[in-house]
C-alpha cells in the first residue's frame, strides 16, 4: 500500500508540471488565468511535501 501512496505523491509534481507549462503558454495573451494556474501548481507542490511527511510519520509509527 506505502509504493501506491508513493506514486500517487509524484501526481502531484506531475499536474504541477502541467500547470506551470500551461501558466507559460498562455502568460502574454490570458494573464490572469495563468496566475490561476500558478496558485494550482503552489497547491500541487504544497500537496506534494504534505502527503509526502505524512506517508513517512505512518510508516515510522508502523514500525
Same mark, same amino acid.
Given at each position: 500500500?506505502? /509504493?501506491?501512496?508513493? #506514486?500517487?505523491?509524484?501526481?502531484?509534481? !506531475?499536474? @504541477?508540471? $502541467?500547470?506551470?507549462?500551461?501558466?507559460? %503558454?498562455?502568460?502574454?495573451?490570458? /494573464?490572469?488565468?495563468? #496566475?490561476?494556474?500558478?496558485?494550482?501548481? !503552489?497547491? @500541487?507542490? $504544497?500537496?506534494?511535501?504534505?502527503?509526502? %511527511?505524512?506517508?513517512?510519520?505512518?510508516?515510522?509509527?508502523?514500525?
Amino acid at each position: 500500500m506505502s /509504493r501506491f501512496f508513493r #506514486y500517487f505523491e509524484y501526481a502531484y509534481l !506531475a499536474f @504541477a508540471a $502541467f500547470f506551470l507549462y500551461e501558466a507559460i %503558454r498562455i502568460w502574454s495573451t490570458e /494573464r490572469d488565468r495563468a #496566475y490561476l494556474f500558478l496558485f494550482f501548481v !503552489a497547491i @500541487a507542490v $504544497f500537496m506534494f511535501f504534505f502527503k509526502r %511527511r505524512f506517508r513517512r510519520k505512518l510508516e515510522d509509527r508502523n514500525k
